[in-house]
């Protein structure tokens, strides 16, 4: 098992994101968590390239 390990994640509200750190820090799973944004995304969706920017977190 890796000593150190990173984990990244998006979700769709600043909130959902703010509680997930809190919850991930409070439980002693993370010692550390990043909350950045807004985040753009490039995707492909129904065959064409698309580009988003979010309004929440990483």
Known sequence: MAEYL???TTTDALDKAEALASSAVE???AVCA???????SVYRWEGA???DQGAGAV
Do not use: S, W
């Not at 990043?34 to 753009?40: D, F, M, R, S, V």
């Open 6 to 8: 990173t984990v990244l």
């Open 27 to 29: 439980a002693t799973v």
């Open 34 to 40: 990043q909350i950045g944004g807004p985040i753009t």
């Open 49 to 51: 390239v698309q580009t």
